[in-house]
């Protein structure tokens, strides 16, 4: 069986006519914040790595999922520049701006420590992009981050399945 890495569907083109500072200021969050893509990215591989000894299926499973994540962080890239500002490797978070930085990513010592950490990342991203969504009042980029929480929601599904089979 084939595992499916993404939602059917594809993503929304987004062409902006305007600027908005605000918009792209909560998209960096998504983007390279704590919990972002860059964060999953980073995570994804480095279990990845990890897993590849151990558990060459599991490991490819990540590798995969972080591929989609790669996307999606280039589509908000593309929305952050259309908004305004160039999309650094930061976001605001609750302590004001912070550059994104390798002790977000939860290492974990165990493959079963580290798959329910990468489970917890899709729980808060679905929720964050969702937050996003009513503080954004534009229809494409609403569009845009309800397609990533699709993604977000199969790799929720993929992470459960394999921690049920441990």
């Not at 999953?40 to 590798?63: D, F, P, W």
């Not at 929305?79 to 004001?96: D, S, T, W």
Request: aromatic residues 8%.
């Amino acid at each position: 069986m084939e595992i499916k890495y993404r939602a059917e569907g594809a993503y929304p083109e987004i062409t902006l006519d305007f600027k908005n500072r605000q918009y792209a200021e909560l998209l960096l969050d998504d983007y390279a914040g704590m919990h972002s893509e860059l964060t999953a990215i980073t995570q994804y591989m480095y279990h990845s790595i990890v897993e590849r000894c151990g558990n060459a299926k599991v490991a490819e499973i990540l590798r995969q999922i972080a591929m989609v994540e790669m996307h999606h962080m280039t589509l908000l890239g593309e929305v952050i520049i259309q908004l305004g500002i160039h999309p650094v490797y930061r976001g605001q978070g609750a302590l004001g701006r912070n550059y994104w930085s390798g002790k977000f990513v939860a290492y974990g010592q165990s493959m079963r420590e580290q798959l329910k950490s990468d489970l917890d990342g899709e729980r808060e991203a679905i929720l964050t992009y969702r937050r996003h969504i009513e503080q954004i009042d534009n229809r494409d980029i609403q569009s845009l981050l309800q397609r990533i929480i699709e993604d977000e929601k199969v790799h929720e599904s993929i992470l459960c399945d394999i921690l049920k089979k441990m």
